[in-house]
């Protein structure tokens, strides 16, 4: 079972716009830790921010803003006012305890272009 | 400047024909991994390392192997690729586990391999 899932493989806007990507996983565990990544056109991934699984409190940095809803298991990624430079593939992505396993699972990536 | 180093950034090889991936960090992390990244499919762990002399399958290890002989380095190599080891790899290093030996910090990732298998 896919234990990230982006469901929106692509999403394109015009500049400006408010975009939001939905990122819903799947764990057992109850000490878990939910990542976004930007992987821009050059290729490298970036990490945007960590959320653990007992801090449901929203985050804004800037432009970006996240929502972590436990209840439907949920760590949806906003961007406002949304610019050219945002254009990039995102990543959310899952670290749990399960089996000794330490790795981070990864969704299959949502490619966000911000048309001018 | 702390980073992952990967080389080489590109690379066309042949069915067969041995080669190997480097990766260093500069950061004195312990944990290091290996993803590989295809479309559709996100990035997938192939190998890592929670320290020296100490590494462990991911989910598509098949095909590969790694070794940790030093803190800084964790090579990546394909002993005999085959086309669909074509794909973008990336390492990546981390500082710490949580105490329940989930990931916890953030993975640091090198600026990735692009292979290509004919």
């Known amino acids: 079972a896919q234990k990230v899932t982006q469901a929106q493989t692509e999403i394109s806007v015009v500049e400006k716009e408010d975009v939001t990507l939905d990122c819903v996983y799947e764990?057992?565990?109850?000490?878990?830790?939910l990542f976004w990544y930007k992987q821009p056109p050059s290729g490298e991934l970036v990490f945007l921010i960590r959320?653990?699984?007992?801090?449901?409190q929203n985050e804004i940095s800037g432009r970006y803003s996240w929502n972590f809803q436990k209840s439907t298991s949920s760590f949806n990624f906003t961007i406002t006012a949304s610019q050219v430079v945002d254009s990039a593939v995102y990543f959310c992505?899952?670290?749990?305890?399960?089996?000794?396993?330490?790795?981070?699972?990864f969704g299959q990536g949502t490619r966000l272009t911000i048309n001018p | 400047e702390a980073q992952v180093t990967q080389n080489p950034r590109y690379l066309i090889t042949v069915t067969g024909k041995k080669l190997t991936v480097t990766c260093s960090q500069n950061?004195?992390?312990?944990?290091m991994s290996w993803y590989r990244q295809d479309p559709g499919l996100g990035l997938r762990q192939i190998y890592y390392?929670?320290?020296?002399?100490?590494?462990d399958k991911g989910d598509v290890p098949e095909g590969y192997k790694v070794s940790r002989k030093e803190k800084r380095n964790f090579p990546l190599i394909l002993e005999s690729p085959s086309p669909n080891q074509t794909s973008l790899y990336f390492c990546?290093?981390?500082?710490?586990?949580?105490?329940?030996?989930?990931?916890?910090?953030?993975?640091?990732f090198g600026n990735g391999t692009r292979l290509t298998v004919t």
């Open positions: 959320r653990n699984s007992f801090d449901e």
């Open positions: 764990t057992r565990d109850t000490t878990y830790y």
């Open positions: 990546a290093s981390s500082l710490s586990l949580s105490r329940q030996g989930a990931l916890f910090s953030p993975l640091h």
């Open positions: 992505a899952l670290s749990e305890a399960t089996q000794g396993a330490q790795k981070l699972v």
């Open positions: 950061m004195n992390h312990e944990y």
């Open positions: 390392s929670m320290n020296v002399e100490v590494t």
